[in-house]
């Protein structure tokens, strides 16, 4: 089985296991897991923060995130689509008592005017008690909802100059930051310096079984490993963890341009299929979305999977297909045949 699924599927290599079988281990409830504390100055050198913190899962580490910025009634702004928004099951309203307005992003980018449009007016009698505050502007980077695109750095520069004239602050959910730094050759503290936080997943193309990371200002991630604890993610023994993290921010960054490629090529066969429709251009990383016309999204995807390639039907009318390292150059081409079987057989009817 070819699996397109997601860059969540990827297994760890043998030597991330050497590495995780190696790891120093302390209580990281405690503050004493040496492979945390490695692994966490790493991420916040990296991204060019004071501090971050080692999480269980990004959408952890956008929560905790989103409750230290905030305070329950606060409203803030997100992409329409943003993972925080529509895939982390609710929990701006269950774990921080706030509302999501959406910004009509395209491909998950928005504009300037878009956050300034959307930006409470206080009451002209009641400033402090009618509307919700608006408290902060969250930015996906790459844009997963979007199909893996990228933020071009001016329009991150026009978007946090906007909030920061409202007075708001900006969090990236760089889930997928490393992709866009390796596609454009932007390092990740460029990226990261218009953001007072920036999230980060090990556990995507990266390749670690498990982990991501919340970077920030000290005094804000101090206040930050609370609210970990408050939601569950206090985990001991974690070196075991952030071993395999340290070792795929290490090692794998450099071989996520391999997945671009994949990518590209894979989106270019698929568009020579008969009743497949690509937009080529909106394949920036190594997410590839795609529409069928001769059958529904869902009954195309379970033909391919009886054929041997597994992807994800995304929506009524869209498939996902996700290239990632457990996926080579030559199982692409292996599933490009496979989906050509699974097409041909349907527009036999
Ligand atoms: C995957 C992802 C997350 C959440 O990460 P988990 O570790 O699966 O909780 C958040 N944001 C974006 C953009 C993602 O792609």
Redesign the pocket.
């Known amino acids: 089985m070819i699996d397109l699924r997601?860059d969540?599927v990827t297994r760890p290599t043998e030597a991330m296991r050497r590495a995780m079988a190696a790891a120093e281990v302390g209580d990281d409830v405690y503050g004493d897991d040496p492979s945390v504390r490695e692994l966490e100055e790493r991420t916040a050198e990296i991204l060019g923060k004071e501090a971050a913190c080692f999480?269980?899962?990004?959408?952890?580490?956008?929560q905790v995130a989103l409750r230290a910025h905030t305070e329950a009634g606060d409203e803030i702004l997100a992409d329409a689509s943003?993972?925080?928004f529509v895939?982390?099951g609710g929990a701006p309203a269950g774990l921080s008592g706030i509302q999501v307005r959406g910004l009509p992003g395209v491909n998950g980018i928005f504009t300037g005017d878009d956050v300034l449009r959307a930006v409470r007016v206080p009451h002209r009698f009641s400033p402090k008690t009618l509307a919700p505050p608006t408290k902060l502007v969250a930015v996906?980077?790459?844009?997963?909802?979007g199909g893996g695109t990228i933020w071009p750095l001016e329009r991150i520069e026009e978007v946090a100059r906007a909030a920061r004239s409202r007075g708001l602050a900006l969090h990236l959910?760089?889930?997928?930051l490393w992709n866009a730094s390796a596609a454009t050759g932007i390092p990740e503290a460029k990226y990261a310096s218009f953001f007072d936080t920036v999230?980060v997943?090990f556990?995507?193309g990266l390749g670690a079984p498990?982990?991501?990371s919340l970077a920030g200002p000290a005094p804000f991630i101090e206040r930050a490993r609370r609210f970990k604890q408050m939601f569950g993610g206090g985990f001991r023994q974690a070196g075991v963890l952030a071993a395999a993290a340290l070792y795929s921010l290490e090692n794998h960054r450099k071989d996520l341009v391999a997945d671009h490629e994949n990518a590209r090529t894979f989106a270019s066969a698929l568009g020579d299929l008969p009743g497949v429709v690509i937009d080529i251009s909106s394949v920036q990383t190594n997410i590839v979305r795609f529409r069928v016309t001769t059958l529904s999204p869902f009954d195309f995807v379970e033909r391919c999977h009886a054929e041997g390639v597994h992807m994800l039907g995304y929506s009524p009318d869209r498939v996902r297909a996700v290239l990632h390292r457990d996926v080579s150059q030559s199982q692409v081409a292996a599933a490009i045949s496979k989906i050509q079987k699974a097409v041909l057989a349907v527009s036999k009817y």
């Open positions: 997601s969540t999480m269980p899962t990004g959408t952890m580490s956008n943003a993972h925080i895939s982390e996906e980077n790459t844009h997963n909802g959910d760089g889930a997928r999230s997943c556990s995507k498990v982990g991501s």
